[in-house]
């Protein structure tokens, strides 16, 4: 599995409702409103509620949406899900410090939340914080051993910030748990780089 799979597995679990709403609107947008409905439906996930046209072909629909829910998620900071929408909304145009805003505000209303917290591992890791990506990694390790994703995430991290002996760990964790991971032979050749220097 390479690092775009594991990054769209991710965001598919936590946001497949955004992801599957911009899909349809970027649909209607390319080939026309010939069949609004029909197009969302196919993208969204089964117990999805319907999504109406309003919004499609309409960017600045879309702008005022995305702006409606990162308002709600400041002005309401207890609902968890507002959080979570919001820091999906920035992670997607890549602004990972506030969607790792957002990701630690849910974190603390939900500290046993398991997405949330494999979630701040990769958005860290995309972010260029390895220490901080694998911390959270680590954590989510500690709720559930056997997520390959995190395990690759992991191994991900250790390499990009240089620390051999951690890399070495993480991959053969990987492996113990899905010796056929794609990402393995990936892992194994940027830890002999790694180790050469």
Do not use: C
């Not at 993208?43 to 309409?58: E, L, Y």
């Not at 629909?61 to 409606?68: I, R």
């Not at 308002?71 to 920035?90: G, H, R, S, T, V």
Request: net charge negative; aromatic share 8%; glycine share 6%.
């Amino acid at each position: 599995m390479n690092r775009e799979n594991l990054l769209f597995a991710i965001i598919g679990i936590l946001f497949g409702f955004i992801v599957g709403f911009m899909s349809a609107s970027i649909m209607n947008q390319k080939y026309g409103p010939s069949s609004p409905t029909a197009s969302a439906s196919q993208a969204m996930p089964a117990d999805h509620p319907p999504v109406g046209a309003q919004n499609a072909g309409n960017p600045q629909g879309m702008q005022a949406e995305v702006q409606e829910s990162i308002a709600k998620a400041k002005n309401e900071p207890k609902n968890f899900d507002a959080q979570l929408k919001a820091a999906e909304l920035y992670y997607q145009i890549q602004r990972y410090d506030q969607a790792i805003e957002f990701l630690l505000k849910a974190n603390e209303l939900q500290p046993t939340d398991y997405r949330t917290v494999a979630v701040l591992g990769m958005v860290n890791l995309d972010a260029g914080h390895f220490d901080t990506a694998e911390k959270w990694y680590r954590a989510a390790l500690k709720i559930k051993q056997d997520d390959t994703m995190v395990l690759s995430g992991l191994a991900a991290a250790t390499l990009g910030k240089g620390d051999a002996k951690a890399a070495a760990d993480a991959i053969a964790q990987l492996e113990k748990v899905d010796p056929n991971s794609e990402d393995l032979p990936r892992f194994r050749d940027q830890l002999a780089t790694l180790k050469s220097k």
